[in-house]
């Protein structure tokens, strides 16, 4: 079993910054792969960025440039930097955890919201 802390989110203007962190605890074996979903209403879910334990990282085209995914694989954490934030990025975003030998965790999901 692993679990998943998610934090950071909120509201912003657009054109601003935020940050999103998620720890994972628990059963965790390498290699794995962390990284982020977002669901905005009425839309499908679609990944955001993720990061490999082993440092491969990718990212959905429309965040390309504004958003950096980082992990930490002593602290099992994941961060997601979100700069120059657009309306468009509004979303509740959720933190997952992959690995081979487990399913999929999910966090709670946090809300971003990019307004004025």
């Known amino acids: 079993q692993v679990q998943l802390v998610e934090s950071g989110g909120g509201l912003v203007q657009p054109g601003g910054s935020l940050r999103l962190s998620c720890a994972a605890s628990?059963?965790?074996?390498?290699?794995?792969?962390m990284g982020w979903h977002r669901q905005a209403p009425g839309k499908q879910r679609e990944l955001v960025a993720a990061?490999?334990?082993?440092?491969?990282?990718n990212y959905a085209d429309s965040v390309k440039g504004r958003f950096t995914i980082s992990g930490d694989n002593a602290k099992n954490t994941v961060n997601l930097q979100m700069n120059s934030l657009q309306p468009e990025d509004t979303a509740v975003y959720s933190c997952?955890?992959?690995?081979?030998?487990?399913?999929?965790?999910w966090g709670q999901g946090t809300q971003v919201t990019v307004s004025s």
């Open positions: 990061i490999t334990s082993g440092g491969r990282i």
């Open positions: 997952y955890f992959w690995t081979l030998s487990s399913p999929t965790t």
């Open positions: 628990g059963s965790i074996s390498l290699p794995y792969t």
